[in-house]
């Protein structure tokens, strides 16, 4: 047989090579199909009715002390409706950080409640420490704590970006997002809430 009727026949791909490939191909399929169902990808409409923070988000200046842009953050309302704290540019927000087991986070909420009724045009944010959302629904329930809106900060990353050390803390944001007053520990009365938000205002 002459060289020119030889035929160049293809070389195998050694084994260990086409497994990994076949592996590769089979993991990227599997992810296609996984990822859009994975719980960060859809809008939080669970039955605990309370909002949860889905995401940080960094900016110059932000720190969680007086005089610094409060730490931003992205959270799900249980409309599933997307919002950030900087959203609430142009009012003034009380962002209070909490737990049920909490025992002067739990006696200072009639307070904060009392004073959002009064104060309609302020945003009330009520930060919950790592709780689960049933059970945090409950206690505002069992309070009729309606003005207040109750936020899980399922991994405590917000919580750390503002600096909490304890519980309760409330920051008073004003309309430019910057922190005007803070309170430490509590539980906080109608008048010291009301002095925070003069300072923000």
Known sequence: MSSAEVTQRPTALPRWLAAIIIGA??????????????????????PTNVGVIRAQIEGEGMAGRIGAYAPDFEYNVPTGQTLRLSASRGKVVVVNFWATWCQPCRQEMPALQRVAGTEPDIVFLEIDLQEPGDKVRSFMDQLALDRLQPILDTDGATTRRFGVLSLPSTFFIDRTGVIRHLELGGP?????????????R
Request: net charge neutral; hydrophobic share 55%.
């Open 25 to 46: 191909i089979a993991l990227a399929s599997l992810a296609a199909l996984v990822w859009p169902a994975l719980p960060f990808n859809q809008p939080f409409t669970g």
């Open 188 to 200: 906080l009365t109608e008048e010291q809430i009301k002095t925070g938000i003069a300072k923000a």
